[in-house]
């Protein structure tokens, strides 16, 4: 079993940054993939990032690459989430999440836990 929480969201305006924070407690998460998800209001939940268990490997969609950046600390049993030039459509909430594998995947079938979610709110 894996409690993950989440920390960091806020209101910031557009071309700000914010850092999200995932605290994971109950199971290591070395071994594991780690992502990142968000679902605006209205809409499917969707992929933003993931990262391989070693750090090596990482995944980003294409509407956040060049501008997030996924990281984490095994031996904190933290994963982060570094947000920059953020934009209004980046305002959703944002879930962190632990995977099946030690292989960062898009799907949200391929994590088996889930945090409860973080706000984020970018004003024009």
């Known amino acids: 079993q894996v409690q993950l929480v989440e920390s960091g969201g806020g209101l910031v305006q557009a071309g700000g940054s914010l850092r999200l924070s995932c605290a994971a407690s109950?199971?290591?998460?070395?071994?594991?993939?780690m992502g990142w998800f968000r679902q605006a209001p209205g809409k499917e939940r969707e992929f933003v990032a993931a990262?391989?268990?070693?750090?090596?490997?990482?995944s980003y969609a294409g509407s956040v690459k060049g501008r997030f950046t996924i990281s984490r600390d095994n031996a904190k049993n933290m994963v982060y989430l570094q947000m920059n030039s953020l934009k209004p459509e980046d305002t959703a909430v944002y879930y962190c999440?632990?995977?099946?594998?030690?292989?960062?995947?898009?799907?949200?079938?391929?994590?088996?836990?889930w945090g409860q979610g973080t706000q984020v709110t970018v004003s024009s």
């Open positions: 999440a632990s995977g099946r594998t030690a292989v960062p995947a898009k799907g949200p079938y391929e994590y088996d836990y």
């Open positions: 109950g199971r290591t998460v070395t071994g594991y993939a």
């Open positions: 990262i391989s268990w070693s750090g090596v490997i990482t």
